[in-house]
């Protein structure tokens, strides 16, 4: 079946360090590939997304490439601030699909 | 342009009771869909509305159950409620034509099953 699976946090990082966060997924097809932030007592926002391979999502600083020969979508950000702290989760959704598939989300700390 | 809302934002119930949560979607979107959040894991599909029926459901029990209006905003429906049942629910619009697939999500109903 279809699924994500993403590296366990937490993560903590001083800022303004360089940020990898490491998403695979599994799925028949061409899935679209996202990025969703949650910050504390928050519902997700989307943070970028690319939809076919060798597209790069960016947004905020941040950036993720569609790699369909390793199934991969790892999230980059060359220097961190403290107002990133929040979880990331990687997530698709087949082609054709309704449902988005999410990965258990990876929490960032970002210290001062 | 209001994004998706959701109502209540915290609710607390016992065992053996029922909850409805609301959700209004964004505005230009005519899908809804619903997800748990457990604490500490990412958001498990429930199901989704189009045109008022249910499209697609999730590995959730019959206790879950949903409607949705013509104006677009929907209900989730949960009877029975388990200590399980605990959780942040949030529902997810997008228009029909799947705008590249993108759902935009409300900020969540928390539910405390006791």
């Known amino acids: 079946g279809n699924s994500v699976t993403q590296m366990e946090g937490p993560v903590t990082l001083s800022e303004e360090a360089f940020l990898t966060i490491n998403c695979t997924y599994t799925?028949?097809?061409?899935?679209?590939l996202f990025w969703y932030v949650q910050y504390p007592g928050e519902g997700l926002q989307l943070l970028l997304k690319?939809?076919?391979?060798?597209d790069k999502g960016s947004n905020k600083g941040f950036e993720a490439t569609y790699r369909k020969e390793t199934t991969s979508f790892h999230l980059e950000k060359g220097s961190v601030q403290v107002s990133d702290s929040a979880v990331y989760f990687c997530?698709?959704?087949?082609?054709?699909?309704?449902?988005?598939?999410f990965g258990a989300g990876t929490r960032l700390f970002v210290k001062a | 342009d209001a994004g998706v809302t959701q109502s209540p934002t915290h609710l607390i119930k016992t065992r053996g009771q029922q909850v409805t949560l609301r959700c209004s979607p964004k505005?230009?979107?005519?899908?809804v869909s619903w997800y748990q959040q457990a604490l500490g894991q990412g958001p498990q599909f429930i199901f989704q509305?189009?045109?008022?029926?249910?499209?697609q459901r999730g590995n959730f029990p019959d206790r879950f159950s949903g409607h949705q209006f013509p104006n677009y905003s929907s209900e989730l429906n949960v009877n029975a409620l388990l200590l399980g049942d605990s959780a942040l629910y949030l529902c997810?619009?997008?228009?029909?034509?799947?705008?590249?697939?993108?759902?935009?999500f409300g900020a969540g109903t928390r539910l405390s099953v006791l």
């Open positions: 505005s230009g979107h005519d899908t």
């Open positions: 997530a698709l959704i087949r082609t054709g699909g309704f449902k988005t598939i």
């Open positions: 799925a028949t097809g061409y899935p679209s």
């Open positions: 509305y189009y045109e008022e029926e249910e499209r």
């Open positions: 690319a939809t076919k391979a060798d």
């Open positions: 997810a619009s997008s228009p029909s034509d799947g705008a590249k697939n993108i759902q935009y």
